[in-house]
């Protein structure tokens, strides 16, 4: 057998070149290389084709943007929200808050000073003069406040208007008197959270009151007219066990209730939220007190506890 014949064509030999270590560059070099024209790295044709980019899909990114915020504005509506009532997140149940609060503790109900400290006192004080602010000068209100008028059970606010809340004649509860903090009696004001184009539905039918109703305000709304019982109603207890009344005697001001007239709410400019001041008179001092206030009316829905609270608020009072 002939011997097997060896091919004729040459051995390729493939070398791999091993990357060479780029040349160390200087900083003023490395901002323009005069070597081969980089800037920053970059020729001047990667610098404009990279600009160039980086302009059209910002442009086209904030094209985007403004075509749905512009789509979302043309659903809302400055006057009044798009869903509301039972169609809305807020439902149809109030809740119910109070002041003085300050503002970086909003998750804390508790109100404790010193009562013969002025400077304690008098920062709870002005947490209320704040709040209450609008009240007192209408010119911070929208419009000036003129559309506020003076209102009562015979007297409603024409279209556009608003009923004015007076917080001036609030006896012991007024600024003048300091709001009983410099005399250990302190006034704490309740108010309803708003919900646009809620309606109370009111106890007007004597014999319709709760049975769980204070037979102090059972007694207080008996006495009133048909016309007068149109008001949701506040009613604040001692929540401490204890023998003995650590929360003494309570007043209300200027009434225990928020009258029908400034409802509903229907975001109207000049509108304040009615307030009822309570005035606790003579709390036991160096006693942690808690105190539930709650709101009264046949479409207000009341749960107790510390989770899932509704109709009602729960304050820790502490006065040394």
């Not at 009613?235 to 009434?255: A, F, R, V, W």
């Not at 606790?280 to 479409?299: F, G, Q, V």
Request: proline content about 7%; charged content about 20%; aromatic content about 10%.
């Amino acid at each position: 057998m002939p011997a097997e014949k060896r091919s004729s064509q040459p051995r390729i030999v493939r070398t791999y070149e091993f990357p060479t270590k780029p040349e160390k560059l200087t900083i003023g070099q490395y901002i323009y290389n005069s070597k081969d024209g980089k800037i920053l790295g970059r020729t001047a044709t990667n610098w404009a084709q990279l600009t160039i980019f980086y302009t059209c899909f910002y442009i086209v990114l904030a094209a985007l943007f403004a075509i749905c915020m512009q789509g979302l504005l043309v659903t809302l509506n400055h006057e009044h929200p798009k869903w509301q009532l039972d169609e809305s997140r807020i439902g149809t149940n109030p809740g119910v808050s109070y002041r003085p609060r300050p503002e970086e503790e909003e998750n804390s109900n508790s109100i404790q000073y010193v009562a013969a400290n002025k400077t304690d006192a008098g920062l709870w004080v002005e947490m209320i003069n704040e709040y209450l602010r609008p009240y007192n000068d209408h010119t911070l209100l929208p419009g000036g406040g003129k559309n506020q008028v003076l209102c009562d059970f015979n007297t409603l606010p024409s279209r556009g208007n608003v009923c004015a809340f007076d917080v001036k004649n609030l006896g012991a509860c007024s600024e003048q008197a300091g709001f009983g903090y410099n005399r250990s009696a302190p006034c704490i004001f309740v108010k309803l959270n708003r919900i646009y184009g809620w309606q109370p539905e009111f106890y007007e039918d004597v014999d319709d009151l709760p049975t769980e109703m204070p037979d102090d305000l059972v007694s207080y709304i008996k006495s009133l007219t048909v016309a007068e019982r149109r008001q949701v109603w506040i009613s604040c207890k001692e929540l401490t066990k204890s023998d003995e009344n650590q929360l003494g005697p309570i007043e209300y001001m200027p009434s225990r209730g928020l009258p029908a007239y400034y409802y509903p709410y229907m975001n109207i400019e000049g509108y304040l939220s009615p307030l009822v001041a309570v005035h606790l008179a003579r709390p036991k001092p160096k006693t942690t007190i808690s105190i539930e206030c709650r709101a009264w009316a046949k479409n207000i829905v009341y749960r107790g506890g510390a989770r899932d609270r509704t109709g009602s608020l729960q304050i820790s009072l502490r006065i040394d």
